[in-house]
């Protein structure tokens, strides 16, 4: 089965620290693309970052950046100086192609709250 | 404004009676899905279109109907609902299904089957 697993339900960093969310996935398939994105109370669903399976190169988007490995299957995602606007639900998620109906698999989230 | 609306925001209903999500996106993505989200689970695929006329089962079809007549829309039809289907609804689109598209999400249906 095709699964992601994050492993930490709740996490908190106080504000301007820097906090790692951690994300374990599986997938039989070679091509891919992984994500993370954002649920804030709002429950819009907000696109943090992405990284392609192919490359090597860890993704940034300013304060965020991901760790990925891919023999480990890790695509963990830190934020550093944390602020209030970051708490939120975060989800890792990855997609793979049409063959397997080009689903979004996601973990189950991880509630991030920022302490002042 | 690029968006996917989905409406009702919010909906109680009973047992049994046949209810519709709408989904519309105005960006011409050819990919459109629709996702339940439950505490613990993360969001799960119910179902999803290619592109106009070709629909197929996600993860959890059960107790749901789609249909994609025109490009822009999506409807969710929940025939005979039941309490298990009490959940946060997503539609979500992109501009193809290959797999480095990010889905655009519409801001969720919150339903409530009673």
């Known amino acids: 089965a095709q699964t992601v697993t994050q492993s930490q339900p709740e996490m908190s960093v106080q504000e301007a620290e820097t906090v790692t969310l951690s994300c374990t996935y599986d997938t039989s398939e070679s091509d891919y693309y992984l994500f993370w994105y954002k649920q804030p109370p709002s429950r819009q669903m907000i696109l943090v970052i992405r990284q392609e399976a192919y490359k090597q190169q860890n993704a940034t988007e300013n304060r965020f950046s991901v760790n990925f490995q891919k023999a480990a299957k890790s695509f963990s995602l830190k934020i550093s100086d944390s602020q209030l606007g970051d708490a939120a639900m975060y989800f890792c998620a990855y997609r793979v192609g049409e063959t397997s109906g080009s689903r979004l698999t996601f973990g189950e989230g991880t509630q991030l709250t920022v302490n002042p | 404004e690029a968006q996917v609306t989905q409406n009702p925001r919010y909906l109680i209903t009973v047992t049994g009676k046949k209810l519709t999500v709408t989904c519309s996106q105005n960006?011409?993505?050819?990919?459109m899905s629709w996702y339940r989200q439950d505490p613990g689970l993360g969001l799960r695929q119910i179902y999803y279109?290619?592109?106009?006329?070709?629909?197929d089962k996600g993860d959890v079809p059960e107790g749901y109907k789609v249909s994609r007549k025109e490009k822009r829309n999506f409807p969710l039809i929940l025939e005979s609902p039941s309490p298990n289907q009490t959940s946060l609804y997503f539609c979500?689109?992109?501009?193809?299904?290959?797999?480095?598209?990010?889905?655009?999400f519409g801001n969720g249906t919150r339903l409530t089957v009673t």
């Open positions: 979500a689109s992109s501009p193809s299904g290959f797999y480095n598209s990010p889905l655009h």
């Open positions: 960006m011409n993505h050819e990919y």
């Open positions: 279109s290619m592109n106009v006329e070709v629909t």
